[in-house]
């Protein structure tokens, strides 16, 4: 079936950092590839997202690349907040696996931004 | 007000009790899902509707049912709740395309 694994937390920055998120996937079609973001105490959110081979989602200074060679959709962002200080989730849709609607979410990345 | 409403959004109670968690929806989509977040696990689908008509169930559905009363609304039960159902459970929306609308979230914990 759909997997989705993304790097163990926390991850441990300071203010102005690069960051990368690393996010690989095992889908049995051509998945649609998604980050969500959940700040403390709410749901989550779309943060971007890639729906074919070598499309770039980016928003609020993110970005990642869906990676169809190495079956990837990395988050990067090269000067990091306190303010993005959250739970990422790298995510993915398959339709053409036969498998459940809905999303096929990775683990979460707890990532902490210190000022 | 928010565009998906989850009450309560927090509850304890016992074990062998009924809970239902309501969601109410005014994105006016069809799609509406129930998921499950535990610590180190991410989240997993309980269940999903398209529509009135149509209830499917998700990966982790045994212990758990669901009714779509209405488009903008889908309520989980747990019939008879037990420790390992403590967990943060989120109702989403979706118009197709997997664009998830969340929640804020039903914090539950079963004594």
């Known amino acids: 079936g759909d997997s989705v694994t993304q790097m163990e937390g926390p991850v441990t920055l300071s203010e102005e950092a690069f960051l990368t998120i690393n996010c690989t996937y095992t889908a049995t079609g051509y998945p649609s590839l998604f980050w969500y973001v959940q700040y403390p105490g709410e749901g989550l959110q779309l943060l971007l997202k890639a729906t074919k081979a070598d499309d770039k989602g980016s928003n609020k200074g993110f970005e990642a690349t869906y990676r169809k060679e190495t079956t990837s959709f990395h988050l990067e962002k090269g000067s990091v907040q306190v303010s993005d200080s959250a739970v990422y989730f790298c995510?993915?849709?398959?339709?053409?696996?036969?498998?459940?609607?809905?999303?096929?979410f990775g683990k979460g990345t707890h990532l902490i931004i210190q000022p | 007000d928010a565009d998906v409403t989850q009450t309560p959004r927090n509850r304890i109670t016992k074990t062998g009790k009924r809970i239902m968690l309501e969601c109410s929806q005014t994105k006016g989509h069809d799609r509406m899902y129930w998921y499950r977040q535990d610590p180190g696990l991410g989240l997993r689908l309980i269940y999903y509707?398209?529509?009135?008509?149509?209830?499917n169930k998700g990966e982790i559905s045994d212990g758990y049912s669901v009714s779509r009363q209405a488009q903008a609304k889908f309520s989980l039960s747990l019939e008879s709740a037990i420790p390992n159902q403590t967990a943060l459970y989120f109702c989403?929306?979706?118009?197709?395309?997997?664009?998830?609308?969340f929640g804020a979230g039903s914090r539950l914990t079963v004594l």
């Open positions: 509707s398209f529509d009135v008509k149509d209830i």
């Open positions: 995510a993915l849709s398959d339709y053409s696996g036969g498998g459940a609607d809905g999303l096929t």
């Open positions: 989403a929306t979706s118009p197709g395309a997997n664009v998830l609308t």
